[in-house]
């Protein structure tokens, strides 16, 4: 006999309706066999799917289990902010009014409301890294043949295993990010995230006609192009927004070989892994943002501030699908 239990699909790191990393909240789990729960998230297809259930320890708020479309993970970092989003949606109400407690099973996560964000935003603490160091020399090989680049092409690389087992490399720039196209077969039983940061110059990657004036979008390379009589007619206008704003500090991408998405949109627990190790060691600010699934059409925005208490992944959450699901 199946029962219906409250459900959402919730958008995490954005706050426009599916252009983040979309997750599905069954919000009573109580009753289901882990078969029943790896199932349900195999059929949805989606990054992942997390089951909220009674809290076991004390200080925790809610228990999350969290599943890809494979495996169960202990610790992921967009299901636990979208979770906390349904929760909290749904008419959960924290011991502490500043924040919530997850549990799951990498242990209790911390998650704070950031103040002055309408909509609300929500940011969790990074949990300890559980592997650190470079990474072997062979793994380097694997990981630069699998994306097609050479190892000038990489400023610094570490493990950054904090749940899932990613392997973490900062590359040169944002354009080199955006270029990759991995070889996902050499890839498959590497996790692995890249990241590189933008210039003040940089444009959106899209596709334009360069034989037609209007396609072409407005930017840092249009003086490049050559005058044409469309332009001379249009005058002064062609060199309107002819340098634009970098849309994040860095830009990121992580590849989940083996995964229903082989590319993840918007990845808290790599961006927590990143920050852990990118702040600590001065190669990057102690604050910064972080767009990421541009290649996929995604546009999710992920902010990471280190201060006293630890690493902070922050980002907005909305909720797409809010209904019932029957599950036994």
Known sequence: MSIARPYKQVDVFSSSPYTGNGLAVVLDGEGLSDAQMLGFANWTNLAETVFLLPATHPDADYRARIFTTTTELPFAGHPTLGAAHAWLEAGGVPKNPAGLIQECGAGLIEVRRVPGEDPESLAFKAPPLMRTGELEDDVLEWALGGLGIKR??????????????????????????LSLEPDYSALAGLEIGVIGPHTVGGVPARSYDPNVPEARPAGAREELRPVSAADERRGAQR?????????????????????????????????????????????APASYTVRQGTRLGRSAILHVDSDAAGVWIAGHSVTCIDGVVNLP
């Open 239 to 283: 060199f309107r927004n002819v340098v634009t704003g970098a849309p994040a500090d860095y830009e990121v991408r992580a590849f989940c070989p083996g995964e229903g998405l082989q590319e993840d949109p918007a990845t808290g627990s790599l961006n927590a892994g990143f920050g852990e190790w990118l702040t600590g060691t001065g190669l």
């Open 152 to 177: 000038e092409d990489v400023l610094a690389h570490q493990w950054l295993v904090n749940g899932p087992n990613w392997a973490g490399l900062l590359l040169r720039d944002a354009d080199l990010v």
